[in-house]
Protein backbone atom coordinates (compact mmCIF):
# COMPACT_ATOMS: atom_id res chain seq x y z
CA UNK A 1 0.00 0.00 0.00
CA UNK A 2 1.38 3.84 -0.87
CA UNK A 3 1.64 6.50 1.59
CA UNK A 4 -1.49 8.17 2.28
CA UNK A 5 -3.02 11.06 4.00
CA UNK A 6 -5.08 10.05 7.00
CA UNK A 7 -8.94 11.36 6.66
CA UNK A 8 -10.49 8.48 7.59
CA UNK A 9 -8.82 6.62 10.61
CA UNK A 10 -11.31 4.01 12.78
CA UNK A 11 -11.09 3.63 16.22
CA UNK A 12 -13.77 1.06 17.67
CA UNK A 13 -13.76 1.12 21.30
CA UNK A 14 -15.50 -1.97 23.18
CA UNK A 15 -18.82 -1.79 21.43
CA UNK A 16 -18.61 1.66 19.74
CA UNK A 17 -17.50 3.67 16.86
CA UNK A 18 -15.75 6.95 18.57
CA UNK A 19 -14.03 7.31 15.23
CA UNK A 20 -15.68 10.80 14.69
CA UNK A 21 -14.99 12.08 17.76
CA UNK A 22 -10.97 12.28 17.31
CA UNK A 23 -8.79 14.48 15.10
CA UNK A 24 -5.61 12.71 16.17
CA UNK A 25 -4.03 9.10 17.19
CA UNK A 26 -0.85 7.54 18.03
CA UNK A 27 0.02 4.02 18.39
CA UNK A 28 3.39 2.51 19.13
CA UNK A 29 4.64 -0.51 19.81
CA UNK A 30 7.72 -1.24 21.03
CA UNK A 31 9.95 -3.12 23.84
CA UNK A 32 11.49 -2.35 27.02
CA UNK A 33 15.40 -2.40 26.57
CA UNK A 34 17.49 -3.75 28.88
CA UNK A 35 21.73 -3.24 29.27
CA UNK A 36 23.17 -5.98 28.79
CA UNK A 37 26.56 -4.22 28.71
CA UNK A 38 29.90 -6.32 29.90
CA UNK A 39 33.56 -6.15 30.04
CA UNK A 40 35.31 -5.75 26.97
CA UNK A 41 32.30 -3.91 25.31
CA UNK A 42 33.32 -0.17 23.82
CA UNK A 43 29.79 0.74 23.55
CA UNK A 44 26.56 0.37 25.38
CA UNK A 45 24.59 -2.82 24.55
CA UNK A 46 21.08 -3.57 25.09
CA UNK A 47 18.50 -6.66 24.63
CA UNK A 48 15.22 -6.40 24.10
CA UNK A 49 12.66 -7.27 26.92
CA UNK A 50 8.90 -7.12 27.89
CA UNK A 51 6.66 -5.77 24.35
CA UNK A 52 4.94 -2.71 24.79
CA UNK A 53 1.78 -1.48 23.69
CA UNK A 54 0.56 2.51 23.77
CA UNK A 55 -2.41 3.97 22.17
CA UNK A 56 -2.75 7.72 22.48
CA UNK A 57 -5.91 10.27 21.10
CA UNK A 58 -6.53 13.60 21.14
CA UNK A 59 -10.76 14.83 19.76
CA UNK A 60 -13.48 17.41 20.92
CA UNK A 61 -15.50 17.12 24.21
CA UNK A 62 -19.09 15.36 23.83
CA UNK A 63 -20.87 13.79 26.32
CA UNK A 64 -21.26 10.28 24.40
CA UNK A 65 -17.67 10.02 24.05
CA UNK A 66 -16.93 10.97 27.96
CA UNK A 67 -19.14 8.34 29.19
CA UNK A 68 -17.47 5.90 26.73
CA UNK A 69 -14.17 6.97 28.20
CA UNK A 70 -14.27 7.63 31.73
CA UNK A 71 -15.75 4.08 31.63
CA UNK A 72 -12.63 2.63 30.55
CA UNK A 73 -10.39 4.19 33.00
CA UNK A 74 -8.43 1.17 34.96
CA UNK A 75 -10.71 -0.98 33.72
CA UNK A 76 -8.74 -4.12 31.97
CA UNK A 77 -8.93 -5.99 28.94
CA UNK A 78 -11.58 -2.98 26.72
CA UNK A 79 -10.67 -4.79 23.27
CA UNK A 80 -9.82 -1.87 20.70
CA UNK A 81 -9.20 -1.88 17.44
CA UNK A 82 -7.90 1.03 14.86
CA UNK A 83 -8.35 1.08 10.80
CA UNK A 84 -5.41 3.26 9.96
CA UNK A 85 -6.30 3.63 6.04
CA UNK A 86 -10.48 3.41 6.92
CA UNK A 87 -13.08 1.26 7.77
CA UNK A 88 -13.06 -0.74 4.58
CA UNK A 89 -13.21 -4.73 4.61
CA UNK A 90 -9.59 -5.97 3.31
CA UNK A 91 -8.52 -3.08 4.58
CA UNK A 92 -5.48 -3.12 7.39
CA UNK A 93 -6.42 -2.84 11.25
CA UNK A 94 -4.33 -2.91 14.55
CA UNK A 95 -6.15 -4.23 17.59
CA UNK A 96 -4.94 -5.50 21.07
CA UNK A 97 -6.87 -5.21 24.65
CA UNK A 98 -6.12 -2.33 26.68
CA UNK A 99 -5.94 -0.62 30.18
CA UNK A 100 -7.36 2.87 29.84
CA UNK A 101 -4.84 4.78 32.54
CA UNK A 102 -5.50 8.58 31.40
CA UNK A 103 -8.52 10.35 30.32
CA UNK A 104 -8.14 13.90 30.75
CA UNK A 105 -12.08 15.55 29.46
CA UNK A 106 -10.55 19.00 29.98
CA UNK A 107 -6.80 18.58 27.83
CA UNK A 108 -6.75 22.09 27.63
CA UNK A 109 -9.11 25.22 27.88
CA UNK A 110 -8.64 28.32 26.40
CA UNK A 111 -11.57 30.60 25.95
CA UNK A 112 -13.05 30.97 22.20
CA UNK A 113 -11.36 27.42 21.79
CA UNK A 114 -12.91 24.02 21.00
CA UNK A 115 -12.91 22.21 24.49
CA UNK A 116 -10.55 19.23 23.74
CA UNK A 117 -9.98 15.86 25.46
CA UNK A 118 -7.08 13.35 25.14
CA UNK A 119 -6.91 9.75 26.41
CA UNK A 120 -4.21 6.98 27.02
CA UNK A 121 -3.97 3.27 27.50
CA UNK A 122 -1.40 0.59 27.39
CA UNK A 123 -1.79 -2.90 26.09
CA UNK A 124 -2.44 -5.85 28.09
CA UNK A 125 -2.46 -9.61 27.66
CA UNK A 126 0.77 -11.39 25.84
CA UNK A 127 -0.19 -11.50 23.03
CA UNK A 128 0.14 -7.64 22.69
CA UNK A 129 -0.71 -5.98 19.14
CA UNK A 130 -2.06 -7.81 16.29
CA UNK A 131 -1.46 -6.05 13.13
CA UNK A 132 -4.32 -7.84 10.98
CA UNK A 133 -7.30 -7.41 8.25
CA UNK A 134 -10.77 -6.05 8.56
CA UNK A 135 -12.66 -8.87 7.59
CA UNK A 136 -16.50 -7.55 8.49
CA UNK A 137 -17.70 -4.01 8.59
CA UNK A 138 -21.40 -4.57 8.22
CA UNK A 139 -24.69 -1.70 9.26
CA UNK A 140 -28.28 -3.06 9.33
CA UNK A 141 -27.61 -6.82 8.80
CA UNK A 142 -30.89 -8.18 9.39
CA UNK A 143 -31.74 -12.05 9.49
CA UNK A 144 -29.45 -13.79 7.49
CA UNK A 145 -26.81 -16.27 7.32
CA UNK A 146 -23.76 -14.65 4.96
CA UNK A 147 -20.22 -14.61 4.94
CA UNK A 148 -17.49 -12.21 4.54
CA UNK A 149 -15.25 -12.45 1.89
CA UNK A 150 -12.54 -14.65 2.22
CA UNK A 151 -8.79 -13.91 1.66
CA UNK A 152 -5.17 -15.28 2.17
CA UNK A 153 -4.11 -14.17 5.44
CA UNK A 154 -1.33 -16.89 5.19
CA UNK A 155 -0.91 -19.55 7.49
CA UNK A 156 -0.03 -19.78 10.95
CA UNK A 157 2.92 -21.08 12.40
CA UNK A 158 3.36 -23.57 15.13
CA UNK A 159 3.93 -21.49 18.05
CA UNK A 160 1.86 -19.00 16.58
CA UNK A 161 -2.01 -18.07 16.62
CA UNK A 162 -4.88 -16.69 15.02
CA UNK A 163 -6.81 -13.71 17.01
CA UNK A 164 -9.81 -11.97 16.00
CA UNK A 165 -11.78 -8.67 17.51
CA UNK A 166 -15.56 -8.44 17.21
CA UNK A 167 -17.30 -5.15 18.07
CA UNK A 168 -20.80 -5.46 18.34
CA UNK A 169 -22.17 -1.57 17.33
CA UNK A 170 -26.05 -1.87 17.16
CA UNK A 171 -27.80 -5.17 18.59
CA UNK A 172 -31.59 -6.55 18.14
CA UNK A 173 -31.73 -9.99 18.47
CA UNK A 174 -28.92 -12.90 18.31
CA UNK A 175 -25.47 -12.55 16.25
CA UNK A 176 -23.73 -15.33 16.00
CA UNK A 177 -20.07 -15.49 14.01
CA UNK A 178 -17.09 -17.64 13.22
CA UNK A 179 -13.81 -17.75 12.20
CA UNK A 180 -13.09 -20.13 9.34
CA UNK A 181 -9.86 -21.24 7.38
CA UNK A 182 -9.78 -23.37 4.50
CA UNK A 183 -6.50 -24.16 1.85
CA UNK A 184 -8.10 -22.67 -0.83
CA UNK A 185 -10.25 -19.67 -2.55
CA UNK A 186 -12.70 -22.17 -3.14
CA UNK A 187 -14.09 -22.91 0.28
CA UNK A 188 -14.46 -26.33 -0.14
CA UNK A 189 -13.85 -28.18 2.91
CA UNK A 190 -13.36 -25.17 5.47
CA UNK A 191 -12.73 -25.00 9.40
CA UNK A 192 -14.30 -23.73 12.46
CA UNK A 193 -11.31 -22.37 14.26
CA UNK A 194 -12.73 -19.71 16.62
CA UNK A 195 -16.09 -18.87 17.73
CA UNK A 196 -17.28 -15.83 19.63
CA UNK A 197 -20.21 -15.97 21.94
CA UNK A 198 -23.97 -15.33 20.85
CA UNK A 199 -24.11 -11.46 20.82
CA UNK A 200 -27.46 -9.83 22.09
CA UNK A 201 -26.24 -6.51 23.16
CA UNK A 202 -23.83 -3.78 22.19
CA UNK A 203 -20.30 -5.97 23.38
CA UNK A 204 -16.74 -6.91 22.54
CA UNK A 205 -15.01 -10.03 22.52
CA UNK A 206 -11.34 -11.02 21.95
CA UNK A 207 -10.45 -14.23 21.00
CA UNK A 208 -7.69 -16.42 19.75
CA UNK A 209 -6.65 -19.84 18.39
CA UNK A 210 -3.61 -21.78 18.33
CA UNK A 211 -1.42 -22.97 15.36
CA UNK A 212 0.21 -24.94 13.79
CA UNK A 213 -3.18 -24.29 10.66
CA UNK A 214 -1.85 -24.98 7.56
CA UNK A 215 -4.72 -23.45 5.56
CA UNK A 216 -3.54 -19.85 4.34
CA UNK A 217 -7.67 -18.76 3.46
CA UNK A 218 -9.51 -16.96 5.83
CA UNK A 219 -13.29 -16.02 5.91
CA UNK A 220 -15.47 -14.74 8.62
CA UNK A 221 -19.46 -15.79 8.60
CA UNK A 222 -22.10 -14.91 10.53
CA UNK A 223 -26.06 -15.67 11.52
CA UNK A 224 -28.14 -12.90 12.28
CA UNK A 225 -31.63 -13.08 14.11
CA UNK A 226 -32.52 -9.81 14.68
CA UNK A 227 -30.47 -6.34 13.22
CA UNK A 228 -27.11 -5.69 13.93
CA UNK A 229 -23.82 -3.43 13.03
CA UNK A 230 -20.65 -5.18 14.02
CA UNK A 231 -16.90 -5.39 12.87
CA UNK A 232 -14.66 -8.15 13.25
CA UNK A 233 -10.94 -7.70 12.50
CA UNK A 234 -8.57 -10.81 12.31
CA UNK A 235 -4.79 -11.16 12.44
CA UNK A 236 -2.01 -13.97 12.76
CA UNK A 237 1.13 -13.59 14.70
Same mark, same amino acid.
Given at each position: ???? %?????????????????????? =????? *???????????? #??????????? =? @??????? $?? %???????????????????? /?? !?? @????????? +???? *?????? $???????? &?????????????????????????? %?? $???????????????? @??? +?? &?????????? =?????????? %? !??????? #????????? /? $??????? &?????????? /???????????? /??????
Amino acid at each position: MAPF %VQTDVKWWLGGYDISADFNAVA =LVYGA *ELKDDTTYGNST #RTVKGGLRTVR =L @EGEGYWD $SP %VDSRLHATVGVADTVVSIGP /VD !GT @EGSPSFFAK +YTTG *EYGPIS $SGTVGDML &AFRVSADGRGGEGLVSGTIMVNRSSV %VA $SSNSGTALQLGAVAAG @ESV +YA &ALHVLAASGT =LDVSVNSDDG %V !GWGSPTT #RVTFSQATA /V $SSEYASA &AGAIADDYWR /VDFTVSGDFDFV /VCVGIK
